[in-house]
């Protein structure tokens, strides 16, 4: 026995105080200010790495296995994207973390001997936050023009804010219902709570949101790339956003009113419960704002930013929480540390590797009649077997993959189930059958014309009064929405010599791409237009499928036609945009904007 350096207390031999956790060989003014992560002391305290600290009461010889888990999730979700099975995927994505924290409480014991009413509380409350908010969502969807404009206030006000703030808000109230009880006096339990109930909330909020796609069959139509960057953002980068949030806030409330005195102003400004839930709302904003104004790639590069910078905050919470002074504790019995293995005395911290004896899974009441419960500290939940040399982590590694691979399964059934019949072409390119396909107008609801008159460019057109509304129109275009809103006509011109038909349609296309979701040619044969005229002007265009996206997640497939004509030195653009999944309501918008793109008039004619 000797003095420690930094809190002066009496200590055993080894590399670290066991009641403050310093390092023996330097003298600090604060334990708390030694580099090692008080979790997993052979990781720096500020370096976000995230499977220590999301599930830091792991011992680190399973660390492993959650890294292959993770890895190995990821890479069936990218594979996924990449054959295109876009609405499997999304299950997959979306359970990706929930699964993988399952599996962290089962090896870990995290709530064993503590009621188990608490880990069911926080599951079941960010499942039924993240469906409620999720449903707001959808019934807050973008319609009629915001439809293809990220810029609008459905997107970007209530996407990228309102519902961000209402989704911390909701998830927090979980986690802070438990803070009352005083068997969860650890920030360590804050944190885990947090954490636990922000990952149940986006998965929840995922799956609701993307109904739409799983609806549309097994093959949602889109391009690969930015689908796939879009799942790795729903698998991995957005809960971890959420948890690393949502678990830094809970963490510093439990450090500010469950901590002894001394420690509850450790986090300094950042431990201001104001401040730390302000953070958390601010984080998750950064997040969903982004997606409003960037593509699929570099919002998922955005987002690991965030999550570099939430897992900061959420690992510095919990060090501080985990080296709070526990300097009245006498020392205790020998126990063998289930992080290092090496046999060391029992206080706070194990003199031999660093580890907060309470970052490792607590030990199991009532254990076996005639044997001494082991000490906090020795013990490593299920993973006992594996500290003393057998191989557990097989079987949870098969456990976890089974699990996922039933919930991809049962996802593709569901999906299969969902499919729309598939549909064959009404008539063939190159053949005679009368009329392009147009669906037979419905008998009420007419009531009488209206037209639209370009005053810069002279051209004009007229529209059954029923059918559309104009949603806005400057001197050179008009936007025309059906009354359910899920239609969309978008007539547009530009005069000059350099300006050709082809060159409009790569415009609108573009501009297209930038507001939808993996916009890619669709080539299902019944889908092509016939014939592609603008006025009584021949022209060209081409269909495209994409799928709407929020920052809440990929909501619904639609179905794009882009077509142009040129006379003269003028040329006209029309884009329709109709629900893909609905095939009666498809074909309404299309043949109604069909009516309409016919009855432009070319000035001068
Ligand atoms: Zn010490
Ligand atoms: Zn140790």
Redesign the pocket.
């Known amino acids: 026995m000797h003095d420690c350096p930094t809190c002066g207390q009496p200590t055993s031999a080894g590399n670290y105080c066991v009641r403050c956790g310093a390092p023996q060989d330097l003298r600090l003014r604060r334990s708390r200010q030694r580099r090692q992560f008080a979790a997993a002391p052979r990781e720096r305290r500020n370096a976000p790495w995230l499977v220590s600290t999301l599930f830091p009461q792991l011992p680190r010889h399973s660390e492993r296995h959650f890294h292959i888990a993770l890895a190995g999730a990821a890479a069936l979700v990218i594979a996924l994207g990449v054959l295109r099975l876009f609405a499997i995927a999304l299950i997959g994505a979306a359970l990706l973390m929930p699964l993988l924290t399952a599996l962290y409480f089962y090896d870990v014991d995290i709530y064993e001997g503590e009621p188990r009413w608490a880990s069911a509380w926080t599951l079941a409350w960010g499942t039924l936050a993240g469906v409620l908010v999720g449903l707001l969502a959808n019934a807050l969807a973008p319609s009629g023009p915001a439809l293809i404009d990220k810029a609008s206030t459905a997107h970007l006000v209530v996407g990228g804010v309102l519902l961000p703030l209402l989704g911390v808000g909701a998830a927090l109230a979980g986690p802070i219902v438990l803070l009352r009880d005083r068997r969860f006096n650890e920030t360590l339990d804050g944190a885990s709570f947090g954490a636990v109930t922000a990952a149940a909330f986006a998965a929840a909020q995922a799956v609701v949101v993307g109904g739409g796609v799983l609806g549309s069959g097994l093959r949602a139509a889109g391009a690969a790339a930015p689908w796939v960057a879009r799942l790795v953002t729903i698998a991995i980068a957005s809960p971890v956003l959420s948890m690393s949030a949502v678990g830094s806030a809970c963490a510093a409330l439990w450090l500010r009113y469950r901590a002894p005195v001394s420690d509850r102003h450790a986090l300094g400004l950042l431990g201001v419960p104001a401040i730390a839930v302000g953070l958390a709302g601010a984080l998750a904003v950064a997040g969903a704002i982004a997606e409003t104004f960037t593509a699929a790639g570099t919002w998922l590069a955005w987002m690991i930013v965030l999550d570099l910078l939430g897992l900061v905050l959420l690992r510095r919470a919990v060090h501080v929480g985990l080296l709070e002074e526990a300097s009245e504790v006498a020392v205790g019995p020998p126990v063998s540390?289930a992080?290092?293995?090496?046999s060391?005395p029992s206080h706070t911290f194990?003199a031999?590797?660093?580890?907060a004896l309470k970052a490792l899974p607590k030990v199991r009441r009532g254990g076996s009649p005639g044997l001494l419960a082991p000490a906090r500290g020795s013990f490593a939940g299920r993973l006992e077997a594996e500290l003393r040399g057998r191989r557990s982590g097989r079987r949870r590694l098969i456990a976890y993959g089974s699990s996922l691979t039933a919930v991809v399964a049962v996802g593709g059934a569901v999906a299969a189930l969902a499919a729309p019949p598939p549909r064959r072409p009404r008539c063939a390119r190159a053949q005679q059958c009368g009329r392009p396909p147009i669906e037979p107008r419905p008998a009420s609801g007419f009531t009488g014309y209206q037209s639209w008159h370009s005053p810069a460019l002279g051209y004009s057109l007229r529209f059954t009064a029923g059918d559309w509304t104009i949603a806005s129109d400057t001197s050179t275009e008009v936007v025309l929405q059906a009354p359910d809103g899920l239609g969309l006509l978008t007539v547009d011109a530009a005069r000059g010599a350099a300006i050709t038909p082809a060159a409009l349609i790569g415009r609108q296309r573009s501009s297209l791409q930038g507001q939808l979701l993996g916009l890619v040619r669709d080539t299902n044969q019944a889908d092509q237009l016939l014939g592609a005229g603008v006025g009584l002007a021949a022209g060209s265009g081409s269909v495209y499928t994409a799928t709407i996206a929020s920052p809440q997640g990929p909501e619904a497939p639609v179905s794009v036609a882009i077509m142009a004509a040129g006379e003269g030195n003028l040329t006209i653009s029309a884009v329709v945009v109709a629900p893909a999944e609905n095939l009666d309501q498809k074909g309404t918008v299309f043949a109604r904007a069909d009516d309409v793109i016919n009855s432009i008039q070319w000035p001068g004619r």
């Open positions: 540390c992080n290092c293995g090496a060391g194990c031999n590797c660093g580890v």
